[in-house]
Nanobody, 114 residues
Framework: VQLQACGGGLVQAGGSLRLSCAASGSIFSINYMGWHRQAPGKQRELVASTTVSGTTNYADFVKGRFTISRDNAKNTVYLQMNSLKPEDTAVYYC?????????WGVGTQVTVSS
């Protein structure tokens, strides 16, 4: 599966961004789609995930601020990020798989200025 993410950029604290990620290739195998992020000097961490049935999972640090959604017809997953904080600054990676991340896209940079 190939994953193409877009939507990153520079935003002020309190602002919003929407990331999107389109899957192509062997998409019939995709159940899980999600987003991880990695800040400089830190480990990659889960942000949010969703399954084809609509089950979602969020990291505690984004609950109430970020929303993951999915368009199964378009094989696209979205991450709406509101109330952004400087600590949300990271490279965000889209991923997809059956029960968890298997295929990864090229990351997109999100920078939140204070």
């Amino acid at each position: 599966v190939q994953l193409q993410a877009c939507g990153g950029g520079l935003v002020q604290a309190g602002g919003s961004l929407r990331l999107s990620c389109a899957a192509s290739g062997s998409i019939f195998s995709i159940n899980y789609m999600g987003w991880h992020r990695q800040a400089p000097g830190k480990q990659r961490e889960l942000v949010a995930s969703t399954t084809v049935s609509g089950t979602t999972n969020y990291a505690d640090f984004v609950k109430g601020r970020f929303t993951i959604s999915r368009d199964n017809a378009k094989n696209t997953v979205y991450l709406q990020m509101n109330s952004l904080k400087p600590e949300d600054t990271a490279v965000y990676y889209c991923n997809a798989g059956v029960m968890g991340p298997r295929d990864w896209g090229v990351g997109t940079q999100v920078t939140v200025s204070s």
